[in-house]
């Protein structure tokens, strides 16, 4: 990832990065979702394109964690942050927390022999569950969110770096 190569980052670049993370993963998670619910009622190998969709989403989100992971730990312990310092502070834990609940929905997923209604509806609530894992960093990009046009430039180059950064899988 371009941005762990920084000497450093300060504060608002930081946060820049926590809201590129939010919306990647929500993202994600929402696609899988989607997907999931394209194939409710469905064997699997029925519908090989959405099973592609799938995997790509759901695996998708395990990625924007581990780049999450990578960027709290090249910076985590050298940051200073004068608001929601807990995002650094709770960060291996909440990120562990997510991969455990994603881990769990994929082994469901891979051993089920078809796409039933209560696989689905177990999945979409581990999905939403990691969602909510991140609740103070979803809480963060929305107040900085607000600032819209008033953003420094530090947060939305850092955000825009880190968004190609997940770009590029």
């Not at 980052?9 to 997907?35: H, K, N, P, R, W």
């Not at 995997?55 to 990578?70: M, N, Q």
């Not at 689905?120 to 999905?127: D, L, N, P, S």
Request: net charge negative; with cysteine; hydrophobic share 45%.
């Amino acid at each position: 990832m371009r941005i762990t190569r920084y000497p450093h980052i300060s504060e608002a670049q930081f946060f820049g990065c926590v809201s590129a993370f939010v919306d990647s993963l929500s993202g994600e998670l929402s696609a899988s979702a989607m997907s999931l619910g394209r194939l409710a009622g469905s064997r699997k190998g029925s519908a090989f394109a959405y099973e592609m969709t799938l995997d790509t989403h759901r695996y998708g989100a395990l990625i924007v964690l581990d780049r999450w992971s990578a960027l709290v730990g090249a910076f985590g312990a050298h940051l200073e942050v004068g608001r929601h310092a807990e995002i650094i502070g709770r960060a291996a834990e909440r990120i562990h927390a997510a991969e455990d609940i994603l881990g769990r929905a994929n082994m469901l997923v891979d051993a089920a022999p078809a796409y039933s209604e209560d696989l689905v509806q177990a999945c979409v609530a581990a999905f939403q569950a990691v969602d909510g894992v991140f609740a103070e960093e979803r809480a963060e990009a929305e107040q900085s969110g607000r600032l819209g046009p008033m953003l420094p430039e530090e947060y939305t180059g850092a955000r825009r770096i880190f968004l190609e950064d997940l770009a590029v899988r």
